[in-house]
T-cell receptor, first 112, second 116 residues
Framework: GIQVEQSPPDLILQEGANSTLRCNFSDSVNNLQWFHQNPWGQLINLFYIPSGTKQNGRLSATTVATERYSLLYISSSQTTDSGVYFCAVTGAGGTSYGKLTFGQGTILTVHP | ETGVTQTPRHLVMGMTNKKSLKCEQHLGHNAMYWYKQSAKKPLELMFVYNFKEQTENNSVPSRFSPECPNSSHLFLHLHTLQPEDSALYLC???????????????FGEGSRLTVL
């Protein structure tokens, strides 16, 4: 099956700093989502971005499908950005049935 | 309020108990999913329902029994669980795009299960 690798595994920032999280995937995809998992466990949708670039406030994401990677940018980080960030993909071709394959996540800690 | 709600949020059960997790989505989606998140492991897909029909069982042990009475509700019946089944169980829904469910997934808040 498709493999998803996220880097870095852990990231510690001072409030106000910028950061880039990376997601590499091993095959073509027709779905790629970025999530933020809050301390209570809920996965919050950040972006649905199988290709192209999107921005939402301080967050933006870019997926270069032909090179099989996606980047999540966090600017002017805040303590509330702390948590685990997941990249998840559905491989293209065949019957995907919404089978998201998750990366192992990036644990982000933002200090005041 | 999220579009996908799960109850209970926390559940503690013994290995001989029978319990159920409930998921309800208010998004008008036709596909629903159960995912499992164990400590130190990536999220794993368990089951997929498309228009109330089960279309995926990812080799899940029979002590987990899903039920989808309609497109808005999904249950996970639990029986004779093991301590290693302790995990966060996440429900999700999506709107299928054509014949393939390539739509965006939306998750509930999760049910944290502890098996003693």
């Amino acid at each position: 099956g498709i493999q998803v690798e996220q880097s870095p595994p852990d990231l510690i920032l001072q409030e106000g700093a910028n950061s880039t999280l990376r997601c590499n995937f091993s095959d073509s995809v027709n779905n790629l989502q970025w999530f933020h998992q809050n301390p209570w466990g809920q996965l919050i949708n950040l972006f649905y971005i199988p290709s192209g670039t999107k921005q939402n406030g301080r967050l933006s994401a870019t997926t270069v499908a032909t090179e099989r990677y996606s980047l999540l940018y966090i600017s002017s980080s805040q303590t509330t950005d702390s948590g685990v960030y997941f990249c998840a993909v559905t491989g293209a071709g065949g019957t995907s049935y919404g089978k998201l394959t998750f990366g192992q996540g990036t644990i982000l800690t933002v200090h005041p | 309020e999220t579009g996908v709600t799960q109850t209970p949020r926390h559940l503690v059960m013994g290995m001989t108990n029978k319990k159920s997790l409930k998921c309800e989505q208010h998004l008008g989606h036709n596909a629903m999913y159960w995912y499992k998140q164990s400590a130190k492991k990536p999220l794993e897909l368990m089951f997929v329902y498309n228009f109330k029909e089960q279309t995926e069982n990812n080799s899940v042990p029979s002590r987990f029994s899903p039920e989808c009475p309609n497109s808005s509700h999904l249950f996970l019946h639990l029986h004779t669980l093991q301590p290693e089944d302790s995990a966060l169980y996440l429900c999700a829904s999506s709107q299928p795009a054509g014949l393939e469910l390539t739509g965006e997934l939306f998750f509930g808040e999760g049910s944290r299960l502890t098996v003693l």
